[in-house]
């Protein structure tokens, strides 16, 4: 649960600072993260309810775990709309901390579970659904 | 230099430099595992960076486009690899598992080189910053490769000269593949978004699904990450500062 909320803070940099670039591309990135914390939570949960926690109490604690987010998120929409010459560098370290997170727990954990193509294959589809995502959307 | 003498060049010095993956063994008999790790991720992350330069370079051509040739590229690879499964070949002194795991390592490399050489050819008709982007991305990874190859050769008998050349064999495709797929896309410009995202899904699904995996089983994930992403900023602010 502790690793949760730590994991949730540079999420939550990420979405403040992409908010405050534009609008579609925060939501675009909500999106992609929202994306992520489903199979997070399924863990956070499938450990607590094997403790005897019901799941509706697994829920709000696995909710609970990434509530950092709203509040990094809304902290760093604030500070960045204030002074804008920080926009670089929350951008810079939410993707600094993002690529991290990724390759420091999330893919020796997937490659753990599953077999390598298969995981190979999945990030890269997922990877070709966020490029044509982010193309979509209106630059201004 | 341009042209496609230039793309030939360019395309055999990354393959050379597969060679110079053999020298440490000059000096030692048995490399420790995690030096191969370390080496294998600091090329993962070059070749992360080189990617996404050349899904942006792509994209800016034709998004649809990019994104069919990067599926074409991983399917490629998965290809490939589903076709070198189960051999049982002959190779130099060696017969049985030995002489198939000899074969398979070489076999395996020279079919990477196949779409790193598409990679860097493609990259070449993109225009030059990105060209010198690929090809160091290119020749860093092969030095371990050459490592590899070398890794599993020189126990086995082989000597050091011809371990170098084994690697160096190993990226022949490089040159021989730079040049067409350069003068293709060249020729026929819709191609380009094609051939680059093939480039970079055929790059991405290697590191995805060779040297990461091997590299968190022979080192620390957290070191393992950090050379990844020290790395791919590297790559970053290279392609920029071109």
Same mark, same amino acid.
């Given at each position: 649960?502790?690793?949760?909320?730590?994991?949730?803070?540079?999420?939550?940099?990420?979405?403040?600072?992409?908010?405050?670039?534009?609008?579609?591309?925060?939501?675009?990135?909500?999106?992609?993260?929202?994306?992520?914390?489903?199979?997070?939570?399924?863990?956070?949960?499938?450990?607590?309810?094997?403790?005897?926690?019901?799941?509706?109490?697994?829920?709000?604690?696995?909710?609970?775990?990434?509530?950092?987010?709203?509040?990094?998120?809304?902290?760093?929409?604030?500070?960045?709309?204030?002074?804008?010459?920080?926009?670089?560098?929350?951008?810079?370290?939410?993707?600094?901390?993002?690529?991290?997170?990724?390759?420091?727990?999330?893919?020796?954990?997937?490659?753990?579970?599953?077999?390598?193509?298969?995981?190979?294959?999945?990030?890269?589809?997922?990877?070709?659904?966020?490029?044509?995502?982010?193309?979509?959307?209106?630059?201004? | 230099?341009?042209?496609?003498?230039?793309?030939?060049?360019?395309?055999?010095?990354?393959?050379?430099?597969?060679?110079?993956? !053999?020298?440490?063994?000059?000096?030692?008999?048995?490399?420790?595992?995690?030096?191969?790790?370390?080496?294998?991720?600091?090329?993962?992350?070059?070749?992360?960076?080189? /990617?996404?330069?050349?899904?942006?370079?792509?994209?800016?051509?034709?998004?649809?486009?990019?994104?069919?040739?990067?599926?074409?590229?991983?399917?490629?690879? +998965?290809?490939?690899?589903?076709?070198?499964?189960?051999?049982?070949?002959?190779?130099?002194?060696?017969?049985?598992?030995?002489?198939?795991?000899?074969?398979?390592?070489?076999?395996?490399?020279?079919?990477? /080189?196949?779409?790193?050489?598409?990679?860097?050819? +493609?990259?070449?008709?993109?225009?030059?910053?990105?060209?010198?982007?690929?090809?160091?991305?290119?020749? +860093?990874?092969?030095?371990?490769?050459?490592? !590899?190859?070398?890794?599993?050769?020189?126990?086995?008998?082989?000597?050091?000269?011809?371990? !170098?050349?084994?690697?160096?064999?190993? /990226?022949?495709?490089?040159?021989?593949?730079?040049?067409?797929?350069?003068?293709?896309?060249?020729?026929?410009?819709?191609?380009?978004?094609?051939?680059?995202?093939?480039? !970079?899904?055929?790059?991405?699904?290697?590191?995805?699904?060779?040297?990461?995996?091997?590299?968190?089983?022979?080192?620390?994930?957290?070191?393992?990450?950090?050379? +990844? /992403?020290?790395?791919?900023?590297?790559?970053?602010?290279?392609?920029?500062?071109?």
């Amino acid at each position: 649960m502790l690793v949760n909320t730590l994991h949730a803070a540079p999420e939550g940099i990420a979405i403040g600072a992409a908010m405050a670039v534009d609008v579609p591309f925060g939501v675009f990135l909500a999106l992609a993260i929202g994306a992520h914390n489903v199979p997070e939570g399924a863990v956070l949960a499938a450990i607590l309810t094997s403790r005897g926690l019901d799941w509706g109490r697994a829920a709000g604690v696995a909710v609970a775990a990434n509530l950092s987010q709203i509040l990094l998120a809304v902290t760093t929409f604030a500070v960045v709309v204030e002074s804008p010459a920080l926009l670089p560098w929350a951008l810079g370290t939410a993707a600094g901390a993002l690529v991290y997170l990724v390759l420091s727990d999330l893919l020796p954990e997937s490659y753990r579970q599953a077999g390598r193509t298969s995981i190979a294959l999945v990030t890269v589809l997922a990877m070709a659904v966020l490029v044509l995502l982010g193309r979509e959307l209106p630059r201004p | 230099m341009t042209g496609p003498a230039a793309v030939f060049v360019y395309a055999l010095l990354t393959a050379l430099a597969t060679g110079v993956g !053999a020298l440490p063994f000059a000096v030692r008999r048995a490399l420790a595992p995690a030096a191969l790790a370390y080496a294998n991720a600091m090329a993962s992350g070059l070749m992360l960076g080189a /990617s996404f330069g050349l899904v942006a370079e792509g994209t800016a051509h034709g998004g649809w486009q990019t994104i069919a040739g990067a599926l074409l590229g991983t399917g490629f690879m +998965v290809g490939a690899e589903r076709a070198l499964r189960g051999r049982e070949p002959r190779f130099g002194p060696a017969q049985g598992a030995d002489a198939r795991r000899m074969l398979l390592v070489v076999t395996v490399m020279t079919i990477h /080189s196949v779409a790193e050489g598409v990679a860097l050819g +493609v990259s070449f008709g993109a225009g030059t910053t990105l060209a010198a982007v690929i090809t160091i991305a290119i020749a +860093v990874h092969n030095v371990p490769e050459g490592l !590899a190859i070398t890794a599993v050769l020189r126990p086995r008998g082989v000597s050091l000269a011809g371990c !170098a050349g084994w690697s160096v064999v190993s /990226s022949l495709p490089q040159p021989l593949m730079a040049v067409p797929a350069y003068l293709f896309v060249e020729t026929v410009a819709p191609a380009l978004p094609y051939g680059l995202g093939f480039a !970079a899904g055929a790059m991405v699904f290697m590191v995805l699904e060779e040297l990461l995996p091997e590299a968190y089983q022979q080192a620390r994930r957290a070191l393992v990450a950090s050379l +990844v /992403s020290v790395m791919l900023v590297a790559m970053v602010l290279f392609q920029r500062w071109l």
